[in-house]
């Protein structure tokens, strides 16, 4: 009997001993990742170090003494797994925000999608029916270097189209059997040229490779005021896709003085696409099949400004973002329903949402007597409530992995991970609220016919109010003074 105990009070000893180094092996590794990250406060690594420490030695003494009682042994190792786990969820937090630190630093590869759309009762079910096929295109900017990929596929015959309209009605007329569609000739489908009432499905698609220019220009974000376009594109999926940016907001941020101004643009307003020529006059929204960077050139020529930074996200990033954090309160200004819908409607004052009625509610404009106005203050309305709660609460601690899971591949930043984690840094060292205003362009009506985009083609666009951009250009000067 006193053999069988003196084994068993060896292996347990034995085993103990095995926890406690272990431990130690977790806690090393886990102070090594938090000190890498280099985004945790000097202050709080110290108290953790500290305090753990004193733990580590209290429980690692009672389990090597020898002449501690075995119920303490047992009580101190189980402390120490414990202590071990809290530290394996920490080093899983880190080695996330190393990967997704990882994913911003990557260049973003912008692409634009065509697809090969053909009649809904069309016998053209799929890529190799379109062997010999007569292809209608519009001779929009990347629409050759699409066919070019095409017919690496599939050899086709194209017929080049100055009219839009005509394009579509050779299509009905079986002139053609197929035409090739950007996602900008498919906004002109479901608005302009929804009297057509053609039915449509994609058949093949290819990606146009758009070259990207950075076009950055690097401050201390954390001593210095500065301006970053956010470009929220209107559609779900790859963010490298370049698609009409649904938003285009300039957030002008003053890290000392815990301030932050939205500056939103409308956008159908009429504006200078600078990369593409003198000349190249064309709807802010459409500058993005052209890469971001052609929509900050577009934006720092209208407001005459300098954008520092951009950061790109679509209806993934905001659904996503929305979801992670538990969702917004945000206030309305009318009531209204969406679409129509009663799934989607809102009531003037607070409203809680959840990632999708946030984006419908970002996105709805025909509710409004201003729409596409409102709709912009609608989006910073949104904004503002994502970065209150993440900023005013335990938000981004207790939602850090699925914030981080959420935007991972549909959010892209030319701002560089170690300018963001020296944010965050001093975003938790001080804890502080931050204050944020807002102010948007207006302008007028029209109809213009000379669109660099979509020449030939008498499209809506939103003239420029000159009062209004003065307004905002000096806003924004004042904000940096």
């Known amino acids: 009997m006193k053999k069988n105990k003196k084994i068993f009070k060896r292996v347990t000893n034995i085993i103990f001993y095995i926890i406690a180094f272990l431990a130690l092996i977790i806690a090393a590794v886990f102070y090594y990742f938090v000190i890498s990250l280099n985004m945790i406060p000097e202050k709080y690594i110290a108290i953790i170090i500290v305090l753990t420490l004193l733990i580590f030695i209290l429980l690692v003494g009672l389990i090597i003494l020898k002449k501690i009682k075995f119920r303490i042994k047992l009580i101190s190792s189980i402390f120490l797994v414990l202590i071990s786990l809290f530290f394996c969820l920490g080093i899983r937090y880190i080695t996330k925000t190393i990967s997704f630190m990882d994913i911003i630093d990557d260049p973003l590869l912008q692409k634009e999608e065509y697809q090969i759309m ?286 981080l899971d959420s935007v991972s591949y549909s959010f892209n930043t030319n701002l560089d991970a170690k300018s963001i984690a020296r944010l965050v840094k001093m975003q938790l060292s001080t804890m502080s609220s931050w204050s944020i205003s807002n102010q948007n362009l207006v302008g007028y009506d029209t109809y213009i016919d000379n669109s660099y985009s979509l020449p030939n083609m008498n499209v809506y666009a939103m003239g420029q109010d000159g009062d209004s951009i003065y307004e905002a250009k000096k806003a924004i000067e004042n904000f940096f003074k």
């Not at 490779?209 to 301006?227: A, G, L, S, W, Y």
């Not at 300098?306 to 950061?311: D, L, R």
């Open 118 to 403: 053909v009649l809904q009762n069309s016998n053209i079910k799929k890529t190799e029916n379109l062997k010999d096929a007569n292809v209608g295109v519009y001779n929009s900017v990347n629409a050759d270097h699409a066919i070019d990929l095409l017919q690496m596929k599939v050899k086709v015959h194209t017929e080049h189209f100055d009219d839009i309209t005509y394009m579509f009605e050779a299509l009905e007329s079986g002139k053609v059997d197929a035409v090739l569609v950007n996602n900008s000739i498919q906004n002109l489908l479901e608005n302009e040229l929804n009297y057509l009432e053609l039915s449509l499905r994609s058949v093949s698609s290819v990606l146009v490779p758009i070259e990207h220019v950075d076009v950055v220009k690097v401050v201390d974000v954390t001593t210095t005021p500065f301006n970053v376009y956010i470009a929220g594109g209107d559609a779900y999926g790859s963010i490298g896709n370049v698609t009409n940016t649904d938003v285009n907001m300039i957030v002008s941020v003053d890290p000392v003085k815990k301030k932050m101004l939205l500056t939103s643009i409308p956008r159908d307003y009429y504006v200078r696409l600078p990369g593409q020529g003198d000349n190249a006059y064309d709807k802010l929204t459409h500058a993005g099949y052209y890469g971001v960077q052609e929509s900050i050139l577009a934006v720092e020529d209208l407001l005459d400004v300098e954008i520092n930074y951009y950061v790109k996200v679509n209806f993934s990033t905001i659904e996503g973002i929305v979801d992670a954090i538990g969702g917004v309160d945000v206030y309305s200004d009318y009531s209204f329903c969406a679409y129509g819908l009663p799934t989607t409607c809102y009531f003037k004052g607070y409203n809680h949402l959840d990632g999708y009625h946030a984006l419908i509610f970002a996105r709805e404009r025909h509710s409004f007597t201003d729409g596409d106005i409102q709709r912009v203050k609608d989006q910073q309305k949104v904004i503002s409530a994502v970065i209150n709660k993440v900023s005013k609460s335990t938000t981004i601690i207790t939602n850090y992995t699925k914030i």
